[in-house]
């Protein structure tokens, strides 16, 4: 366990790493505003389309192979990211990047996820959270003190000396689990709760989205370091609170705590636009969003480890996780629309809005959950 976080950990690091660079780096070779979205969305892309496959196939021949493969595909491909010479060399290897991701968090999970006793699912997944927050959460500001010392190509070169570190870890030290035969997907899919569990995780991709992509663009007036404790505050205060919810996961009604944090980070999200003049402002409802994140998502993330015992880990978390990769990839691209069309801050409004339905969709789903 301790190994298989410290990797996710380690690999969430150099991907937080040149997340902030990414876009610097693409329009120094050139790229408009299309292929920026084409770099942006066919990473997101990918992902969503190849972690229900590779999750269903890891139950099938086991996961260790597909996560020390996915790790070993990151090392490489931080170098190829250094090598290209134009946006569509960028663009592929960005699709590349997602297919290799695509091995990664869902695997670890499903890992974290085979390994959780009855009735401790909050704590371990919340655990897992928290390493995967922590390693997104301190990339960022990692990244842009590399990028001001040693230059952008430097990062590059440490995201692939850290998730070589990961690989490593994984390949001497997570043990393999007993490949076992899962249900069909046609079965899972249709699966009540699952689809619950599904439309809370693309509603929850909705705000994070645009907390990553609008959010530095609504606070624009504020200074470089206003708007980083600000982005920080929300992922970073997500992290340290996983651990206390999710054991309260582990004793309370986690429908009821699903609902309750989903509720708060929205109303939080909606006012967001209305209150932004103000700096304090602002980081109060960052924090209550994150807040809101830390006490939802390891009770969802409990649900779907009991649905795992049911139909397959790896099945059950690739489909999570790609329901995450459906609301990254679709939200920045309604956002602008409604931002071209209405401004800036009905973006923000709508999308709270849709989390809004998704949230009450989940209740209405998840009733009989026990």
Request: hydrophobic share 60%; charged share 10%; with cysteine.
């Amino acid at each position: 366990m301790l190994a298989l976080l410290v990797a996710v950990f380690s690999a969430m690091l150099g991907l937080g790493i040149v997340a902030p660079l990414m876009p610097l780096y693409a329009e120094s070779l050139g790229a408009t505003g299309l292929w920026l979205g084409i770099i942006f969305s066919g990473f997101s892309l990918s992902r969503a389309i190849f972690m229900p496959i590779i999750g269903k196939v890891s139950d099938k021949y086991g996961k260790k192979q597909f996560l020390a493969l996915g790790l070993l595909m990151y090392s490489i491909i931080s170098v190829a990211y250094i090598l290209v010479r134009n946006v569509q060399e960028l663009a592929v290897v960005r699709i590349v990047h997602g297919f290799s991701s695509a091995m990664v968090i869902p695997t670890a999970m499903a890992y974290v996820s085979e390994i959780a006793p009855k009735g401790e699912e909050g704590r371990y997944m919340s655990t897992f959270n928290l390493s995967f927050l922590l390693g997104i959460g301190f990339g960022p500001i990692l990244g842009g003190i590399i990028k001001d010392e040693f230059g952008m190509m430097f990062a590059f070169e440490i995201m692939s000396i850290l998730t070589a570190f990961a690989f490593l870890l994984v390949l001497l030290f997570v043990p393999s689990v007993k490949p076992k035969h899962g249900v069909k997907f046609q079965k899972v899919i249709l699966n009540r709760l699952l689809k619950a569990l599904l439309i809370f995780r693309v509603s929850n991709a909705f705000r994070l989205a645009m907390v990553m992509s609008f959010l530095p663009i609504l606070i624009s007036h504020f200074s470089g370091f206003q708007i980083g404790m600000i982005v920080a505050i929300i992922i970073l205060s997500n992290a340290l609170f996983q651990r206390i919810f999710g054991t309260l996961a582990d004793k309370f009604d986690r429908v009821k705590l699903v609902v309750f944090g989903a509720i708060l980070s929205t109303i939080a999200f909606i006012v967001l636009p209305f209150l932004s003049i103000s700096f304090l402002a602002t980081l109060c409802l960052g924090l209550i969003i994150g807040i809101g994140g830390a006490i939802s998502m390891p009770s969802a993330s409990a649900m779907a480890t009991e649905l795992g015992r049911k139909f397959g880990h790896g099945a059950v978390m690739g489909l999570f996780n790609m329901a995450m990769g459906v609301g990254m990839t679709s939200s920045p691209i309604l956002a602008g629309i409604i931002m071209d069309i209405m401004g800036l801050t009905w973006a923000f409004v709508l999308t709270g809005l849709v989390s809004a339905i998704g949230t009450a969709l989940f209740y209405h789903l998840s009733r009989t959950y026990e």
